[in-house]
């Protein structure tokens, strides 16, 4: 199966700003990856072309990288997915950035499976608190976007297993 999973959001800054923030990017002071409630984006060698790592369960290495605008990974882990994930933020004007994440891939019969009951429901979910963290380090009123039960049930479900998951 061929999967494409593509999430926008347009973040009321300029592009410099927005910048910054992804820079800090898998360090110990992420203000992107929402670290606080899935598992932290971790990579060996840090942000660099050709660095390995991943978070939770799934794993990929750096491709591409073009510091604070873009970043794109080529997944290793979970088997049977072949392709790419990338961040990326482009001025849509002087006061405007939209940020995004991209998926395109091929999945296995099995991997179709996985991604169609879990991944994608704990994926969307995951790059929306991302897209919020971002978003509400400009705000003052913060806005929080609320799992469905699909995916209320699947954090229960995996908070039991090996990587851990806390509650929102």
């Known amino acids: 199966m061929r999967v494409i999973n593509i999430h926008k959001r347009i973040i009321n800054q300029s592009e410099k700003e927005v910048s910054q923030l992804f820079k800090t990017l898998a360090t110990s002071n992420d203000l992107v990856w929402p670290y606080e409630n899935w598992p932290a ?3 060996r060698d840090g942000l660099q072309v050709g660095s ?6 799934i794993r990929y290495t750096i491709i591409e990288l073009t ?8 997944f290793s882990k979970p088997e049977g997915f ?7 933020i482009v001025a849509v004007n002087d006061n405007k950035t939209e940020i995004s994440h ?3 891939a091929k999945s296995s019969l099995k991997a179709t499976f996985f991604w169609v009951f879990v991944i994608r429901w704990l994926h969307d979910a995951l790059i929306e608190d991302a897209f919020d963290k971002v978003e509400n380090y400009y705000l003052a009123t913060k806005k929080v976007t609320r799992y469905n039960l699909w995916v209320k049930l699947l954090r229960e479900v995996y908070k039991r297993k090996p990587f851990q998951i806390k509650h929102a």
């Open 41 to 43: 984006i971790r990579f």
């Open 102 to 104: 991209h998926i395109e």
């Open 52 to 57: 390995k790592g991943g978070h939770g369960r």
């Open 67 to 74: 510091s604070g605008n873009h970043i794109k990974f080529q």
């Open 82 to 88: 072949v392709g790419t994930h990338q961040l990326r």
